[in-house]
Structure formats: structure tokens, C-alpha cells
């Protein structure tokens, strides 16, 4: 094979150089710069370089920016969904004593009893008589969802 002329030699490598500038300009964030960079040969003066570096690391520095802008909203909401949910978990769910034993139909709660029966109440809100639910005391049997409050 025949080398380049010296006159084509100088003419790819300013096209090489406006390529990579251009690359630098307009993807630099969606390149790998590592490897771009790698590729250029020691010695070659791209005229830009140094404008477009620094235009890549602002690009950068405002995604960094933007990214934990939206951790902090992420972590602060997260917190506060937790906070609500141990509030709600807290507060119990009252028992009517129209409420009925998803599986038996009778009442879960009488007030003419000194006793009630052991009760267990879902996420869903199904409620069951403990005895109704033995086999499989920690999911509920209509919709298989776990188990929210238990009462002994």
C-alpha cells in the first residue's frame, strides 16, 4: 500500500479534528470522553478543545446538580410517606359491631359480650374471626393480603 500524501495527510486530520470537536460540542455527554480521547494522537492541536472540555464539565456539574435536587425531594417525600404510614399503623382500625367475619358472615365484635372473640384485621380491611382463619392466620383469605392488626 502506498502512504498517504503529505497534502491529503493534513487534510483527513483537519476533518478528524472538526469531528472530534464537533463530537466534544454536540454529545459530549453521550459519549464515552475516555475512549474519544484515547483515540486522538499525542500531539494534535484541536483549536476548541479546551472551550469544549470546559462546556461538557458545566453540562456535568448541572446534571449532578439536577440529580441531587431531585434525591433530596425523593428522600424527603419517602420520609414522609413513612412517617404517614406509622401514624396510619398506629392509630389502629376501629371495629364496628356491624362489622362481619369475611368468611363466616357473623359479627366480629358484639357489644352484649363481656368477651369478644380474637379477631385479626387485613390491609384490605377484610376482618376475620381468629378461629376462621387458622390454617393461614397471616393472609387474608378473600384477597390474600397480609395481615395489619391482630388481636389476641
Known amino acids: 500500500r502506498m502512504g498517504l500524501q503529505p497534502a491529503l495527510a493534513n487534510e483527513f486530520s483537519g476533518i478528524a479534528m472538526e469531528f472530534i470537536r464537533g463530537l466534544l460540542n454536540h454529545a459530549g455527554g453521550d459519549i464515552d470522553l475516555q475512549e474519544l480521547i484515547d483515540k486522538v494522537k499525542d500531539g494534535l492541536r484541536i483549536p476548541g478543545l479546551r472551550d469544549s472540555l470546559c462546556k461538557i464539565?458545566?453540562?456535568?456539574?448541572?446534571?449532578?446538580?439536577?440529580s441531587e435536587c431531585c434525591r433530596k425531594i425523593i428522600v424527603h417525600d419517602c420520609l414522609a410517606l413513612r412517617k404517614q404510614t406509622v401514624t396510619l399503623l398506629q392509630g389502629g382500625y376501629p371495629v364496628k359491631d356491624s362489622d362481619l367475619c369475611a368468611k363466616c358472615h357473623n359479627p366480629v365484635y358484639s357489644c352484649d359480650l363481656l368477651t369478644n372473640p380474637p379477631i385479626s384485621v387485613f390491609f384490605c380491611l377484610h376482618v376475620f374471626h381468629a378461629k376462621c382463619i387458622e390454617t393461614n392466620p397471616d393472609v387474608c383469605g378473600v384477597c390474600s393480603t397480609n395481615a395489619l392488626f391482630t388481636t389476641a
Request: proline residues 0%.
Open 57 to 66: 464539565m458545566q453540562d456535568h456539574n448541572i446534571q449532578m446538580s439536577i
